[in-house]
């Protein structure tokens, strides 16, 4: 099964909608149906102390990674949104960008269970790990 978007089609919701992607610089390198890939370049504003990454920030990227993964399987649709998001950080991730890979567990026609792992460039251990719930509008096409 083909994504249900494209990555411009996801940029332009992005633009529109969710500012917020583009000032923690946020960007979608890759989807396919029920799998995406996002980077969140590194900024020295996103360092909290003890020197990593914000957990904020971390918690931001995954979300926007579970929104990507649900549009790739129900298209285009403006009130998908998180039920639930729950963070495990490993590791202390590097001062370098964040990447996060999501990819669905289950959907349905009301819900999506999602899991994403986080990584700091070029480092094979995961930093963090989150798996999420989004909740699918009623009348959008079938998830599953």
Not at 27 to 46: I, S
Not at 77 to 88: G, R
Not at 131 to 136: A, E, K, L
């Amino acid at each position: 099964m083909a994504s249900k978007i494209t990555i411009p089609e996801i940029q332009a919701i992005l633009d529109a909608e969710l500012p917020l992607v583009e000032v923690l610089g946020m960007q979608v390198e890759e989807v396919t149906a029920g799998t995406c890939r996002v980077r969140m370049r590194f900024k020295p504003d996103l360092i909290r102390p003890g020197g990593t990454v914000a957990g904020p920030a971390m918690m931001a990227l995954a979300d926007l990674a579970m929104y990507v993964v649900v549009l790739s399987l129900v298209g285009p649709v403006d009130l998908a949104v998180t039920t639930n998001l729950n963070i495990n950080f490993l590791r202390k991730p590097g001062p370098k960008d964040m990447i996060a890979e999501g990819r669905v567990i289950k959907a349905g026609k009301r819900l999506a269970v999602v899991e994403v792992d986080l990584y700091s460039e070029g480092d094979p251990q995961m930093v963090a790990h989150v798996t999420g719930t989004y909740s699918i509008p009623p009348g959008t096409p079938d998830a599953a």
